[in-house]
């Protein structure tokens, strides 16, 4: 998928979650992630969260094997800086924030239904994850299956949950919602 057909199925999804198939190639593997959560691991501790089984440097557990590190970079993904200047292009506006998100054996407890503050792009990197959006939160939902390769735009406000049946890696990438100031500026 190109840049302007991603950019042309978010405008016409109208604040509505869309998948992108194909977006983003799955160029990395475990060893760039498992050397992201190492590096991590050994960083001084930035929050605690209360989302978190444990948080340890630049790094958080949350459930069974699930990891979330902050702030990837180009050390640990090269062309990582490249990738975001495409996803910049999507949005109209600079990246405000990024993880990745690694979980190694599979069966991770579903999500709590919930929504985030911040616009997002999630890239399935490896494995598979279903996503699945709602209008209410004890309502039906939309189902968007996701391969390696694949991404979804999860704006603002959406409420969704994500189902990861099987080991998967993945990068989450956030953008203040237009008109609004940055969380921390409040």
């Not at 475990?30 to 630049?58: A, C, M, R, V």
């Not at 702030?71 to 200047?85: A, D, K, M, R, S």
């Not at 998100?101 to 991770?108: D, P, R, S, T, Y």
Request: contains cysteine; glycine residues 8%; aromatic residues 14%.
């Amino acid at each position: 998928m190109e840049i302007l057909e991603a950019k042309e199925l978010i405008t016409k999804a109208n604040g509505k979650a869309v998948t992108l198939n194909g977006l983003l190639p799955p160029v990395y593997g475990w060893d760039e992630f498992i050397q992201k959560l190492h590096y991590n691991y050994h960083q001084p501790n930035t929050s605690e969260s209360p989302f978190s089984d444990f948080s340890h440097g630049e790094m958080q557990k949350r459930h069974n094997f699930y990891t979330l590190a902050f702030n990837p970079t180009e050390q640990h993904f090269p062309g990582l800086e490249t990738l975001i200047g495409k996803l910049n292009e999507i949005t109209d506006r600079p990246c405000t924030g990024r993880s990745t998100l690694a979980n190694f054996i599979g069966g991770e407890p579903e999500v709590e239904v919930h929504f985030d503050i911040q616009d997002h792009l999630y890239w399935q990197v490896i494995g598979t994850s279903e996503w699945r959006i709602y209008k209410e939160k004890d309502g039906p939902y939309i189902s968007h299956p996701l391969e390696p390769g694949d991404a979804i735009w999860v704006p603002h406000h959406t409420l969704h949950t994500i189902i990861t049946p099987v080991p998967r890696a993945a990068f989450t990438f956030g953008w203040i919602p237009f008109g609004h100031k940055p969380f921390w500026e409040n």
